[in-house]
């Protein structure tokens, strides 16, 4: 069933038959004058959408993103043309309903989806309505969705320095010792022949630096979470009415 609660909901949906068949699409929505409730709406049928039919919503129902109404393509393209104007004059509206065969009743008027109601009172702007307005305004609605901002990962890879590091070494030096001849050397010292000719020989050593390489465990690095919270200022276009007053200055009291 099709209410004031959602009738903003059915403008520009697609309207389909009781036989299944697709008619167009919601134009306007018409408030009934004496309850407020929707009563007809106008979609566009023709080619390319270039005529509008009235259609009951007398037993309507929301499927989906689809309006289903108890009346067949062809009753609804056949239905009397009116004017989808601002208002439905007394004659158009008894016109419908003897087409879809229907009681007469007061209706409203709806323009560019918005439906208005009929009240007791005048309104030099058209239809009647009550002795007060009704102001609106549009609120910023602000939420927040979870959404995939990036990642990260661990990847590793070998890189080759150079180190420098002092390494001690040692080598063995010749030194020429010469000492006298004494009565405690004097038998080594004329063991040999008189006078002769011979050769020493020293074998000399030394350490070099040898450079070799080892793996050793230094750390572990490994990925981790955490969530932190941040403000961040949104803005947003809201339309909001503003009533305007019109009173004579004589010197009456206003309130």
């Not at 979609?43 to 039919?53: A, I, P, Q, R």
């Not at 009929?118 to 309505?129: E, I």
Request: proline fraction near 4%; avoid cysteine; glycine fraction near 10%.
């Amino acid at each position: 069933m099709i209410t004031t609660e959602n009738v903003r909901d059915i403008v520009g949906a697609t309207v389909y038959g009781s036989d299944g068949e697709k008619i167009g699409k919601v134009g306007q929505v018409y408030l009934d004058d004496a309850t407020g409730q929707p009563e007809w709406v106008s979609v566009n049928t023709g080619l390319f959408g270039t005529s509008e039919s009235f259609v009951p919503l007398a037993d309507a129902r929301i499927t989906g993103d689809r309006v289903e109404v108890s009346y067949s393509k062809g009753q609804v393209k056949d239905a009397p043309r009116v004017d989808a104007d601002e208002h439905l004059s007394e004659e158009e509206e008894e016109m419908l309903y003897r087409h879809y065969g229907l009681g007469g009743r007061a209706t409203g008027r709806g323009t560019g989806g918005e439906p208005r109601r009929g009240t007791v009172g005048r309104d030099t702007s058209g239809p009647t309505t009550d002795e007060a307005m009704t102001r609106s305004e549009e609120h910023l609605r602000v939420g927040t969705e979870n959404r995939e901002a990036g990642r990260a990962r661990l990847r590793k890879y070998v890189v080759t320095e150079q180190e420098q590091v002092d390494v001690p070494v040692t080598r063995e030096e010749v030194r020429v010792e010469r000492e006298p001849i004494t009565d405690a050397n004097r038998g080594s010292a004329t063991s040999g022949p008189a006078i002769s000719e011979e050769e020493h020989e020293v074998v000399l050593h030394e350490e070099r630096p040898v450079v070799d390489t080892e793996a050793v465990p230094v750390e572990r690095v490994r990925l981790d979470k955490e969530t932190v919270t941040d403000q961040e200022k949104v803005a947003g276009d809201v339309r909001k009415e503003r009533i305007d007053t019109d009173v004579p200055d004589r010197g009456e009291r206003r309130r």
